[in-house]
Nanobody
């Protein structure tokens, strides 16, 4: 069992940056592939980014590629999402998620553990 807590959300103007953090407790994160998802107003939750257990490999949704960077520090049990060049359409609740194993998955059903989410609002 692993507990995830996100932080770092807030209100930012278009073109600005935010850095989200996800801190885990209960078990070491090195056993899990980690992902970030988001759910915008009136939308279904969607995949944003994922990172391999050792942090070497990552994968991004086309909508955020080149603007967002996922990273992890297994010694601190944290995963981060650096979001640059933010757009109003990035407005959403952002969730981190963990799944045992080494393979990237974009389907939320493949992730076993979820945080409570953090709100990101990008104004135009």
């Amino acid at each position: 069992q692993v507990q995830l807590v996100e932080s770092g959300g807030g209100l930012v103007q278009a073109g600005g940056s935010l850095r989200l953090s996800c801190t885990a407790s209960g078990r070491t994160l090195s056993s899990y592939t980690m992902g970030w998802f988001r759910q915008g107003p009136g939308k279904e939750r969607e995949f944003v980014a994922a990172i391999s257990r050792n942090g070497v490999l990552n994968y991004y949704a086309d909508s955020v590629k080149g603007r967002f960077t996922i990273d992890r520090d297994n010694t601190k049990n944290t995963v981060t999402l650096q979001m640059d060049s933010l757009k109003p359409e990035d407005t959403a609740v952002y969730y981190c998620a963990a799944r045992p194993g080494s393979f990237f998955q974009v389907a939320e059903g493949k992730y076993d553990y979820w945080g409570q989410g953090t709100q990101v609002t990008v104004s135009s």
